[in-house]
């Protein structure tokens, strides 16, 4: 069974700085990955993705993440934060089914000071 | 391009009441899945349907059903409406049943008092 956990729950940086958001999954097969944001009162938009291309992934405003499965992780990175970047981040595995179900993590708040 | 659309986007309704929420998929796609968030929550999915018939079923209460039209349109009745159903209902859609490739729509949200 596929499970995923972000590993914290909020992240606070200064405008400027890296942003780091950590995910670790469980899978027992090749998995597919994604990011999404919603920023507040908004939907979900998908940041990036990884399905068993590269392992370095890019993403839209900046964000990356890389796929390593040594570690069964797939962190979200940035170089330098902004204060537009402020919002919920989930990491989502993707159920290896007929149905391929989401399955989501329980959310990484990200504020960005000014 | 055209993407998910929800209607409506808020939603007031009192204890008991219902609601009917609708969503048009992004055209060309087969495929409407329904999730429910809380306040503070990741996204919970709900039920999915695929041309058509139901394809998955998951935290859905018996109160709630959905169902797919023949123009893939989807809508989601919520009937004795709690408190607790307070959240963002959000439709996604996608190509195709077998594929993470999900977009969704801007949400619903629904206040219930």
């Known amino acids: 069974a596929q499970s995923v956990t972000q590993l914290d729950s909020h992240v606070s940086v200064s405008e400027g700085t890296p942003v780091l958001l950590r995910c670790n999954y469980s899978?027992?097969?090749?998995?597919?990955l994604f990011w999404y944001v919603q920023h507040p009162n908004k939907g979900l938009q998908l940041l990036l993705k990884y399905t068993s291309a590269a392992t370095l992934v890019k993403g839209i405003n900046g964000f990356e993440a890389e796929f390593k499965k040594s570690e069964t992780s797939f962190h979200l990175t940035k170089p330098s934060a902004h204060m537009s970047d402020a919002a919920e981040y989930f990491c989502v595995v993707g159920n290896a089914g007929n149905n391929r179900k989401l399955i989501w993590g329980l959310g990484t708040s990200l504020a960005v000071n000014p | 391009a055209a993407g998910v659309i929800q209607s409506p986007r808020h939603l007031i309704k009192e204890k008991r009441e219902t609601a009917t929420l609708k969503c048009y998929p992004i055209p060309r796609h087969d495929t409407v899945y329904w999730y429910q968030q809380g306040p503070g929550q990741d996204p919970q999915f709900l039920i999915s349907?695929?041309?058509?018939?139901?394809?998955d079923k998951g935290s859905i209460p018996d109160r709630f059903s959905a169902q797919q039209f023949s123009d893939y349109h989807s809508e989601l009745n919520m009937s004795s409406l709690e408190l607790g159903d307070s959240a963002l209902y959000f439709c996604?859609?996608?190509?195709?049943?077998?594929?993470?490739?999900?977009?969704f729509g801007p949400g619903t949200r629904l206040t219930v008092t």
């Open positions: 996604a859609s996608s190509k195709g049943q077998g594929t993470y490739e999900q977009y």
């Open positions: 349907f695929y041309e058509k018939m139901q394809s």
């Open positions: 899978s027992s097969y090749s998995p597919s």
